[in-house]
């Protein structure tokens, strides 16, 4: 409820939402594994709201983001802030511990790409974590929703008729169609990594079980949440 109250400013008020969302990010990666003394690449971590709350758990924050109008969204990109594109991270394979992501596959034109790369940085026996908004949940077509379910260029070409300009989040452009039951597949398929855990991020735990049903899950599932644990030895 925390989460959805502060959701509503999210175009309004950046700095709240963001705030609560990071403390309620680093909670649930927390409760997948130790954040302590462990490395963490946050891919697309924008102006660096995370920071703080992965930090104050006691991990090494590192983000990366390719946009320079979401690095300096706060004034200056932080200090640990790197622009870079999520689907050719700058990091070497097999160098951090944890890395995460939130809101940012439904952003990218080749989604499994940034799931491969998440992967390949990141140590045998560590964590990846990555949440995204599926395009057939109520938000799918962000501040275009839920227009979207007539289409995403038909969304598109109704917010910019109604209030004069495009929406932050274009159709084809700096948002996609990404299904849940495409992250599953890909996890699946995945030789390098194994899934742990897939749920809808923001339902009560007995609502889990949404995630392993076709069709209600791309509805329901406002955002979802891959827990994957990269092979090999730690």
Known sequence: MRLFRAFRHEQTDRDTFYRVLAA????????????????????????????????????????????????SARGEPGRNMVRANGTRLPVRTGSVDVCYSSNVLEHVSAPHAMLAEMVRVTKPGGTVFVSFTPWWSPWGGHETSPWHYLGGHYAARRYTGRHGHEPKNRYGSSLFSFSVGAALRWAAACEDATLVRAFPRYHPWWANWVVRVPALREVVSWNAVLVLRKDGDA
Request: hydrophobic share 40%; charged share 25%; proline share 6%.
């Open 24 to 71: 309620d990010s680093a909670e649930q990666v927390a409760a997948s594994t130790p954040l302590r003394d462990r490395v963490l690449l946050d891919v697309g971590g924008g102006p660096g709201y995370f920071s703080d709350a992965f930090e104050a758990r006691g991990a090494t924050y590192v983000g990366v983001d390719p946009d320079v109008g979401e690095l």
